[in-house]
């Protein structure tokens, strides 16, 4: 939910600032790379070497956000329905549902992980999220990697 409402969707925090408000990119976004025994998350973009410190300055301030304030109820039933719709359309088809069957086998899960994931997606609340910003996205945790000139 977190990645999700930070970039991990188009109508995500990222999306609005950089792109549709500051128009410094065309895309941007967050997500998570899961591994069995190890993950990351990520922001990736790209933008202009004139304005890539601008484009970072305001995506350590959709961080610091996240951390410092509670996230509108409205932006999270959006960001929940997303979500619940995304898993929809990710079990369309009898491949896509035995790619969920194989994350299950692969990652150790039980069979109630998906039942878990649902209520998870539906009972987070406001503070929570804040809650896991606070505690995974801390500034000195980040590693900024910045490709190409600055401006």
Not at 29 to 40: I, M, R
Not at 104 to 118: M, P, T
Not at 131 to 142: C, F, G, S, W
Request: contains cysteine; aromatic residues 12%.
């Amino acid at each position: 939910m977190l990645n999700n409402i930070l970039g991990g969707y188009f109508g995500s925090r990222l999306m609005a600032n950089i792109r549709e408000d500051k128009g410094y990119t065309y895309g941007i976004g967050s997500g998570l790379s899961n591994l069995v025994h190890a993950g990351s998350f990520f922001i990736s973009t790209e933008v202009g070497a004139d304005v890539t410190d601008k484009a970072l300055e305001e995506i350590y301030k959709e961080i610091k956000l996240l951390r410092d304030e509670l996230v509108d109820v409205n932006e999270l039933e959006t960001v929940r329905n997303y979500i619940l719709g995304h898993f929809l359309r990710s079990v369309d088809g009898p491949f896509s549902l035995a790619d969920k069957f194989k994350s299950i086998w692969e990652y150790g899960l039980d069979y109630d992980f998906y039942d878990k994931y649902f209520d998870a997606v539906k009972s987070v609340t406001p503070a929570e999220i804040r809650d896991l910003a606070n505690k995974y996205l801390q500034e000195k945790d980040l590693i900024e990697c910045v490709v190409g000139k600055r401006g």
